[in-house]
């Protein structure tokens, strides 16, 4: 972390997991612990269906709610989908865009990444950007080659004054939900990539100003040698943040 230059951010993405009274009662539980820090933002990427009840009952903490995808057309003939400006209007603050499941899962690429997040400036909403590589990348050695193409596409034709609402969080994909923890230095590395990326994009004033998270299997034990990095602004958490301990343990690391 690197408080002087940018906003440590902490990520609870609970994934298909709480309906909205179980999100409720989630949210209860960690926010007189989570909800008055001062050192960190700490944010809720709940199901589009719990946004309602997580903004609510977050209405008297200081947590924000995310959306964990949206669509990038404004409206229109896309059956199943949501708008950035629908959760907007719900008062969502942040929306994950190209996480590696959606990735995986529902064909999302580096194009559509791109028009998620130009769709979400547009709207006011804060992208977290998600990144990262596969075992296959990371074993043929293309890691760097990877990571680069991944945030350069994700940053065609984003202007400067747009970058200070964007944050990144570097998933390796063989982190997430494994156990398995990128090494803090594996973890600082990349960050360090994604940010020299930015740097030679934007210059260092914007590189220094980004926050970018690390994801992937970090949890109450692993979160302080994760946070100490200078590269590593925070957390994106899956699991740990499903359990209000986990959860408020990864906060207080980054306090
Ligand atoms: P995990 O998920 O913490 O359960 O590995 C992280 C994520 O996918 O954002």
């Given at each position: 972390m690197n408080r002087k230059y940018r906003k440590t951010i902490i990520a609870g993405n609970w994934k298909m997991n709480k309906t909205p009274a179980e999100g409720k009662a989630l949210i209860e539980e960690v926010k007189g612990i989570v909800g008055k820090q001062k050192w960190c933002d700490v944010v809720v990427c709940v199901p589009f269906v719990d946004i309602p009840a997580a903004i609510r009952a977050t209405r008297d903490a200081k947590i924000a709610v995310a959306a964990q995808n949206m669509h990038y057309e404004k409206s229109g003939a896309f059956t199943g989908e949501i708008s950035a400006d629908m959760l907007k209007e719900l008062g969502v603050k942040y929306v994950i865009i190209g996480h590696?499941?959606?990735?995986?899962?529902?064909?999302?690429?580096?194009?559509?990444?791109?028009?998620?997040?130009?769709?979400?400036?547009?709207?006011?909403?804060?992208?977290?950007?998600?990144?990262?590589?596969?075992?296959?990348?990371?074993?043929?050695?293309?890691?760097?080659?990877?990571?680069?193409?991944?945030?350069?596409?994700?940053?065609?034709?984003?202007?400067?004054?747009q970058m200070r609402?964007?944050?990144?969080?570097?998933?390796?994909?063989?982190?997430?939900?494994?156990?398995?923890?990128?090494t803090s230095e594996q973890a600082a590395e990349v960050c360090g990539l994604i940010r020299a990326v930015i740097r030679a994009k934007y210059g260092a004033r914007c590189a220094r100003s980004i926050t970018i998270q690390y994801g992937g299997s970090m949890n109450a034990k692993n979160c302080a040698g994760l946070l100490s990095k200078v590269n590593v602004d925070g957390g994106l958490i899956g699991g740990a943040s499903l359990k209000s301990d986990d959860f408020t343990v990864i906060v207080d690391a980054a306090q």
């Open positions: 590696s499941e959606r990735r995986q899962y529902f064909n999302e690429t580096d194009n559509t990444v791109n028009l998620k997040i130009k769709a979400a400036l547009e709207a006011g909403l804060r992208p977290i950007v998600c990144v990262g590589e596969t075992l296959e990348q990371r074993e043929a050695g293309i890691t760097e080659e990877h990571i680069t193409m991944q945030v350069k596409i994700a940053l065609r034709d984003i202007a400067p004054e609402k964007i944050v990144f969080a570097y998933e390796p994909v063989w982190a997430i939900g494994t156990g398995k923890t990128a």
